[in-house]
């Protein structure tokens, strides 16, 4: 059973290690930051559709790749969680969180409002609208088995997502300056509850620091989205329920458990922010993780799963791209980007009235 999953898993784990390393190069490299502002998991998946529509793949790569995205990309987004502390949740994320609630509300609204009104499945509006709201592509892919979602349905909505997160990470940095002339926190925010993916976050926040030398507002932008990400842990399973419960029939909702359908990795990704928090807080009273560690050593760690974490997203990514025929995105039209894009300006709109109601009420960190 296991070793079925073996070439599919290496084809995808070789992907994803590519696109790690084009990231590095084009964006540090060539572009001269020190942290790439290009994702990954991005390339991943650009690599991935290209090798498998050039290349006719033999179909015994198909069970890793199955695999692939349903229980790596799990382990994944556990170990995602450590980038996340609770106490950075309460000196930041307590001022954001109403613009974050906003701005996810608002994404899921529109988004499916859109996909009706043009008659697009209500599959691919959901996935654009997780996409948009909370975390890109982590949040699409983590969806799309509880509502069933095609493959092509999945990588198009995570292409609508990265278009669209790419031209704000570029853009956005320097309308909020404009906008806000200058305030690190409202900018901060601002990148962080507009823009998709975790790494466009830090792409914007780094355009910003470098370009305004602001280092506050990229770690403010950076917990913002973290805090974002978190939402997954709502936002995710009631998607789910409400999908399944409208595509049955009455009979059969009413016998139909959230249990059924509820992501229970996410208590993982709960678990190892709680786990970074514990293991600080004893750095700072202490001098040592869980009275073992010193700050050097968990540091590492934390590093360390980190770096896990996104080569475990990459490769999951890698096997949706490797799944993914091109001619069958084809059927699905253009309509979907149109949902995207409205979607995405719709929330920068709602993220920057909402920002400016804390400016009239006057609050700061």
Not at 114 to 134: D, E, P, Q, Y
Not at 136 to 161: F, L, R
Request: hydrophobic share 55%; glycine share 8%.
């Amino acid at each position: 059973m296991v070793a079925r999953n073996i070439p599919g898993v290496a084809l995808a784990l070789i992907i994803a290690y590519v696109g790690a390393k084009s990231s590095h190069f084009i964006g540090v490299n060539l572009l001269g930051f020190s942290k790439s502002p290009i994702s990954s998991i991005m390339l991943a998946i650009i690599f991935g559709i290209l090798l498998a529509n050039i290349v006719n793949l033999p179909k015994r790569f198909e069970d890793g790749f199955k695999f692939s995205i349903k229980y790596i990309l799990r382990f994944g987004i556990i170990l995602l969680g450590i980038r996340l502390g609770l106490l950075d949740i309460l000196k930041i994320g307590i001022i954001g969180l109403p613009v974050i609630a906003i701005c996810i509300i608002s994404a899921l609204l529109i988004a499916n409002y859109l996909s009706r009104s043009l008659n697009i499945s209500s599959k691919m509006g959901s996935l654009i609208a997780v996409g948009t709201g909370i975390c890109g592509a982590s949040a699409i892919v983590a969806t799309a088995p509880a509502i069933d979602a095609k493959k092509e349905e999945v990588t198009y909505a995570i292409g609508v997502i990265t278009v669209f997160g790419i031209i704000a990470m570029l853009s956005y940095p320097f309308l909020a300056h404009f906008i806000f002339d200058g305030d690190e926190l409202f900018i901060g925010l601002f990148l962080g509850t507009s823009i998709h993916e975790t790494a466009q976050v830090a792409g914007s926040g780094l355009i910003y620091s470098t370009q305004f030398d602001s280092p506050k507002t990229l770690d403010i932008a950076t917990v913002t989205k973290l805090v974002r990400n978190t939402c997954m842990v709502i936002v995710i399973p009631v998607v789910s329920y409400i999908y399944y419960r409208n595509q049955k029939d009455k009979s059969q909702a009413n016998k139909t458990s959230i249990l059924n359908i509820f992501p229970f990795f996410i208590f993982g990704f709960i678990g190892m922010g709680i786990l970074r928090t514990i293991g600080d807080y004893g750095i700072e009273n202490t001098n040592y993780a869980f009275m073992l560690f010193e700050i050097s050593v968990w540091e590492e760690i934390i590093d360390l799963i980190k770096t896990s974490a996104e080569y475990l997203l990459a490769i999951a990514m890698a096997a949706v791209g490797l799944s993914t025929n091109i001619s069958l995105l084809r059927s699905l039209g253009l309509k979907p980007l149109y949902v995207g894009l409205i979607t995405a300006v719709s929330i920068g709109v709602l993220s920057i009235a909402s920002i400016y109601l804390i400016n009239i009420l006057g609050i700061t960190i």
